[in-house]
C-alpha cells in the first residue's frame, strides 16, 4: 500500500532520518502537504514507529512536536542512549481512526514484528521497544522486551471487533517497514496481517484437516485433473480456494484465476492483492468472460489464457439452454460486451459486441464447430477452453442447494458419481470430487462454532433439503430469545438464535450489535418478495431516488398498512457490504439474496416472506410465485401451463435454496422474523421451541 492509494480516513508516512533534526528531515521529506503542521497539532492523534536495524521503537501521543519541536523520543529522559541518529526511519501514522484504535495498533504490530522477524547473524532475535503509552502522553521508561517461545504469530480478534480500518493500517505499516526499513522485516507481509486481513471477510482463518488434505490432491497430486469441491453454507470452499490458489502460484509456478460471483469481487481482489498473492488474477464472473469472448472470435486469445482457473459459487453458472432465466436467453449475463485488438488501427472498423450464443454460432475456426455445439453451459464452456489449450484445469466450489436464479446450472443439471466415489461426471467431463462438512461460519458470542454444524443442518432439514429424519441437536435453536431488544444492548453474551415479530426489531438488532461491535457487518435481509421494478416508482425521481424508494413495511397487527416506516432494497450491490463510506446508509436497507450470496455477515436479520409458506394439508414448505418478484429469476412461466407438477417442484426447491442462503449468512447472530404464521407456528415445532405464553398475539 503506497501513500497516493491510502483510505482518506487515515494516513500513513515513512521519512527516512539523517544526522540532522527530526523536524528538517520531514520538512525536506514533505515540503508541500502540511504534516508539519499535523504532527504539531496537540489534538491530533499520532501511532509512530521509529526503525533501526537492531530494534523499533512503537508509541502514541496526542501532538507529535510539542512547541519546541521535540519529538517524543527526545522527551524520554532515561533513554538518550537510544540517540535519534540510531533510528534511519520514522513512520507516523494519523487520522480519525487512529484514536480508536492505537492501544491494538501497537501491541499487535509489536506480536507481529517479533513473531516474524529474521535473525541476525549471530542466530539472536532482535529486540523490539513496546512503550507504554496511555491516551495523553508516552511513558517516560519503555520496557525492552525480548522474543519469549509463547508469542502467538497472529492475534485471533474477532473480525466483528476489529476497528474499521485496522487491518489496512497494521498492513501498511508493515509495507513500510519492509520497504524502507533497512532490512527489518523480510518479507512483503506477515503471516498474522494476512490473517487478520482475512478475518475481515471471513470467521475462518486457519484450515482444517481434511481442507489440508483435498490443497495437497489438489496442487501436489492430481495437478492435471479437473476438480470439484462440494460443501454446504460455511464449510471453508472460499478459504480453501483461496489457500490452494496461493499454492499453485507460488509452488507450481503456474497462472492462476479466481472468478467470483458474490458482489464484493473488488474487496476480494483487494485482498489478494494485500495478502501476498499478488500473481493470482480475481475478476467478477461478467469481467472474466468479457476478457475472452470477443476475443475467441477474433482468434487473439492466447494459449494457454490462464494455467488454472477457480470458480466460486459455481452453482450459480448460467445455462445456455433457450428459455433458462432470462438473463442467460442471451448467453449471458450481460448482452455483449465491446472489444478491440490492440492491433486494430483501422479507424473505420467496428468494435466487435459479443456473447456467448453468438460464439457458439460463429466458433474461433471450423475445427472447433463441433465442440461448440455441445456447448450447453458455462460449465461446458470451461471444458471447451482447456480442450482447445486456453486454460489448463478447471476447479469449481459447489453448493447444489444454493442456486437462487432459475438458469443456474444445479437447477437444470446435476454432477453424477461413477463406482469410483472420487470421480465425478459432468456431460461427460471427469472432476475429482471433494466433500466438506464441517461448518465455521456460525459462532457464538464466546467465539466458539461447536453448535454451527447442526444450526445449519437444523436448517436444511427444516426447510425440507434434508429427510426429516436428519438428525442434529436442536440446542442452538431452543435456546431462543424472543424480542429482546434490552438484551442486545446490556448482555454481553446474547444468544445467537431468536425470533421477533416485526421488520423494525430486526433493523433494532443489527444497529444495536453494530454499535456494540463498531467494525461488525450486519444486515436485515430477504427474499425477492417485494417489486424492484422501477415502472412501479415516480418516474419523475431521480435514479437515485428511485432507489431509495420504500418497499418494506411491517404487516403485523398493530401496524400492518402503516406505511409512515419503510425501508428500501440494497441501492447497490457491488461493495453493498464492504464500502465503509456507505455503511450508516446501506444498514437501513434490506439486502437481497444477489447482494449477499457468498458474503460472511456479522449479525443479520432475516425477513422469512411471504413467498414461502407452510401448507399444513401436505406437511410440505412451498414457495408462492405471485408472491415472488423477480421477473427474470423465477422458473419460466410457461412450464407452469405445460407441466405444472414440474413447475412447482422446482419452484419450491429455489425458494428453500434461497432461504437456505439467507438463514445461514450470520456468524455471531441471527434473528428472523415470520411473516407466514402457519410457517413460523411449524417452525417452533421442528425445532422444540416453546414460547413464552405473554409474547403470543
Known amino acids: 500500500m503506497n501513500d497516493e492509494n491510502l483510505s482518506q480516513k487515515y494516513t500513513v508516512k515513512s521519512i527516512p532520518l539523517d544526522g540532522a533534526g527530526i523536524k528538517q528531515n520531514i520538512e525536506h521529506a514533505n515540503k508541500d502537504d502540511g504534516l508539519l503542521t499535523i504532527l504539531t497539532n496537540q489534538e491530533q492523534r499520532v501511532v509512530f514507529i521509529y526503525g533501526s536495524t537492531d530494534n523499533i521503537y512503537l508509541g502514541s501521543v496526542k501532538g507529535f512536536f510539542n512547541h519546541n519541536f521535540q519529538d517524543p523520543v527526545t522527551l524520554e529522559g532515561n533513554n538518550r ?7 534511519p526511519l520514522l513512520i507516523v501514522v494519523y487520522g480519525p481512526d487512529i484514536d480508536i484504535s492505537y492501544k491494538e495498533l501497537v501491541s499487535d504490530l509489536f506480536l507481529e514484528l517479533d513473531s516474524d522477524t529474521h535473525h541476525i547473524k549471530q ?9 507504554h503509552s496511555n491516551d495523553f502522553e508516552v511513558a517516560t521508561n519503555p520496557n525492552l522486551i525480548r522474543k519469549r517461545d509463547n508469542w502467538q504469530k497472529f492475534v485471533g480478534r474477532d473480525n466483528k471487533d476489529l476497528s474499521i480500518h485496522y487491518p489496512e493500517i497494521l498492513d501498511a505499516i508493515w509495507h513500510k517497514l519492509y520497504k524502507n526499513g533497512h532490512g527489518y522485516v523480510n518479507c512483503a507481509t506477515s503471516n498474522g496481517i494476512k490473517n487478520t486481513l482475512l478475518q475481515k471477510y471471513s470467521p475462518s482463518i486457519s484450515l482444517d484437516s481434511q481442507q489440508t488434505d483435498i490443497i495437497k490432491d489438489i496442487c501436489f497430486i492430481h495437478t492435471k485433473n479437473d476438480h470439484v469441491i462440494f460443501g454446504g453454507a460455511g464449510t471453508g470452499k472460499t478459504l480453501l480456494m483461496l489457500h490452494a490458489a496461493d499454492q499453485i502460484s507460488k509452488n507450481l509456478d503456474e497462472t492462476t484465476y479466481l472468478v467470483t460471483q458474490g458482489n464484493c469481487s473488488a474487496e476480494f481482489k483487494e485482498l489478494v492483492q494485500k495478502t501476498g498473492n499478488g500473481e493470482i488474477k480475481l475478476d467478477s464472473l461478467i469481467q472474466f468472460t468479457a476478457k475472452i469472448a470477443d476475443q475467441l472470435l477474433y482468434g487473439t486469445l492466447r494459449k494457454p489464457f490462464v494455467d488454472t482457473v477457480f470458480i466460486d459459487e459455481a452453482h450459480n453458472l448460467p445455462s445456455f439452454k433457450k428459455e433458462q432465466y432470462g438473463k442467460t436467453s442471451s448467453g449471458f449475463r450481460l448482452r455483449a460486451w465491446e472489444y478491440r485488438p490492440k ?23 471450423d475445427s472447433e464447430e463441433e465442440q461448440c455445439a455441445k456447448i450447453e453451459d458455462y460449465i461446458d464452456f470451461l471444458e471447451f477452453l482447456k480442450d482447445n489449450g486456453y486454460i489448463n484445469r478447471i476447479i469449481l466450489c459447489y453448493d447444489e442447494d444454493q442456486w437462487v436464479y432459475s438458469g443456474s446450472i444445479a437447477r437444470i443439471e446435476k454432477f453424477h458419481t461413477t463406482s469410483n466415489p472420487a470421480i465425478a461426471m459432468y456431460h461427460g467431463h471427469e472432476f475429482q470430487t471433494h466433500r466438506l462438512y464441517n461448518q465455521y461460519r456460525i459462532l457464538s458470542e464466546s467465539g466458539k462454532n461447536d453448535k454451527g454444524t447442526d444450526f445449519v443442518t437444523g436448517i436444511r432439514t427444516f426447510l425440507q433439503l434434508e429427510p426429516q429424519k436428519t438428525e442434529f441437536r436442536k440446542d442452538t435453536f431452543q435456546h431462543c430469545e424472543f424480542n429482546g431488544a434490552h438484551i442486545w444492548r446490556e448482555c454481553d453474551n446474547p444468544s445467537y438464535f431468536g425470533i421477533v415479530d416485526s421488520i423494525a426489531e430486526l433493523f433494532d438488532y443489527v444497529n444495536s450489535m453494530y454499535e456494540k461491535h463498531p467494525g461488525s457487518h450486519n444486515r436485515v435481509v430477504a427474499g425477492y418478495a417485494r417489486h424492484w421494478d422501477k415502472k412501479h416508482i415516480d418516474p419523475t425521481l431521480s435514479e437515485e431516488d428511485k432507489l431509495a424508494q420504500k418497499v418494506w413495511f411491517d404487516t403485523t397487527p398493530r401496524n400492518k398498512g402503516d406505511k409512515r416506516q419503510g425501508w428500501a432494497w440494497n441501492d447497490k450491490q457491488e461493495g453493498f457490504i464492504f464500502d465503509e463510506a456507505l455503511e450508516d446508509r446501506h444498514r437501513e436497507q ?46 419460466p412461466k410457461k412450464l407452469q401451463k405445460t407441466d405444472p407438477n414440474r413447475f412447482y417442484s422446482e419452484f419450491n426447491k429455489q425458494i428453500r435454496g434461497i432461504y437456505y442462503t439467507l438463514m445461514t449468512r450470520g456468524i455471531n447472530g441471527v434473528r428472523f422474523y415470520f411473516m407466514d404464521d402457519d410457517l413460523k407456528q411449524h417452525f417452533l415445532e421442528f425445532m422444540g421451541i416453546h414460547q413464552p405464553p405473554f409474547l403470543h398475539e
Open 590 to 635: 434490506v439486502a437481497s439474496i444477489f447482494s449477499v450470496q457468498g458474503i460472511d455477515l456479522n449479525y443479520v436479520g432475516v425477513i422469512i416472506a411471504d413467498d414461502i409458506h407452510y401448507d399444513n394439508s401436505t406437511g410440505t414448505i412451498v414457495g408462492v410465485p405471485e408472491n415472488y418478484k423477480h421477473r427474470l429469476g423465477i422458473i
Open 81 to 87: 542512549r537510544i540517540a535519534r541518529n540510531h533510528y
Open 123 to 131: 542466530h539472536k532475535s532482535k529486540r523490539v521497544i513496546l512503550s
Open 343 to 365: 492491433d486494430d488501427t483501422k479507424e473505420n472498423k467496428p468494435k466487435m459486441a459479443a456473447n456467448l450464443r453468438q460464439l457458439f454460432n460463429a466458433p474461433p475456426t
